[in-house]
């Protein structure tokens, strides 16, 4: 069995790819890391640009759109991705039916652009669910004030959400209610809840990062605020999933939503190359890895290490949130990184723009 089938077999937590690329579909690299135990894909602004940019496998595709709209041709390639991947993982989408919940999907996020506009987030989520047109498409929502009223709408219309972009325990908590209150409407509107499914992506090593840069060289922790905040977030999983709303939903068939531990590659080279790997393994959650550090876990990954599986070590791990110096707000800081992360893919999706209007008015074209 390889380590990656182990997360999974042995400690129900999902290994998913941070990546989607064209040429991953083309030479069956994505096939190959579905057999060594992948189990879903995600992907973001940031991905899209890169994979643009940094190989050739889209030159030819770009032209083959046959329009000269960035956005139009960014959207039709990304749909193509997505849809082709989602074939790929289709296998594990089918096998996992009827469990506590269903894995094999694949996400595509809404235009960035859109995070503080509910509208047309609602709609930009229907239209793109529409045309990708597989059962194991997640579309990604930033859990913006915004981002929380669309994701109930979209949710309340049986489509698979992944929430995106949480750095913090009030917004966590937020996207739980806002989980529920879409899983309520959508049973009252005779959707199949059993087919609706939901992952809260928690940004990771963004934490430690942050805060990091505040706490004295000397600070025993720094570097460990970012899996005490995990562990406090699947405290309030457990203790979420455990209420009564929760329990009526599950009767009538809906999967939990499980907890997405993103942004897990670690920043600072001082610290272990799968702290935010093994540190987090626990039941009903999933860990979405770039490349690298997918790579690492599959060669020498130690899920049994990690500090979730007990609720004692929970517990203890979480109380490191009370040593916060007073001056340094937990809140405002999460906040801080919640705006920066939607800037941040802003930023990147009009760069993505940029390189394909340059491959559209590229001579060679």
Known sequence: MSVLHRYHREYDQSPWVDNIRRDWLDDGTLQRLVDEGVRGVTSNPSIF???????????????????????????????????????????????????RYRDGFVSLEVSPRLAHDTLATVDAAVRLNEVV?????????????????????????????????????????????????????????????????????????????????????????????????????YELYLSWIGSDRVASLLDDGAQVQRPLWASTSTKNPAYDELLY?????????????????????????????????????????????????????????TQRLEDEGVAAFVSAYDELLQTIAAKLNSPTR
């Open 133 to 233: 047109g597989r059962e194991n498409v997640m579309i990604k929502i930033p859990a913006t004030r915004a981002g929380l009223e669309a994701i109930r709408a979209v949710l309340s219309r049986g489509i698979n959400v992944n929430v995106t972009l949480i750095f913090s325990l009030e917004r966590y908590h937020e996207v739980l209610e806002t989980w529920t209150q879409g899983l309520e409407d959508a049973r009252e509107a005779g959707h199949d809840l059993s087919r609706i499914a939901s992952v809260a992506s928690f940004f990771v090593s963004r934490v430690d990062t942050a805060f990091d840069a505040l706490l004295p060289a000397d600070s025993d922790l720094r570097g460990r605020l970012a899996v005490a905040q995990v562990a406090r977030a």
């Open 49 to 99: 640009a890169k994979a643009f940019s940094s190989t050739s496998a889209y030159d030819a595709a770009v032209s083959e759109v046959g329009s000269l709209d960035p956005e139009t041709v960014f959207e039709a390639l990304a749909v193509r991705d997505v849809r082709d991947a989602c074939d790929v993982l289709q296998t594990v989408y089918r096998d996992s039916a009827g469990a």
């Open 277 to 333: 790997v093994d540190s987090l393994v626990a039941p009903d959650t999933v860990n979405t890895m770039p490349d690298a550090t997918l790579s690492s876990a599959a060669d020498h990954g130690r899920p049994e290490r990690s500090l979730l599986l007990e609720e004692s070590s929970r517990l203890e791990c979480a109380a490191l949130l009370e040593s916060l110096p007073s001056e340094l707000s937990l809140a405002e800081v």
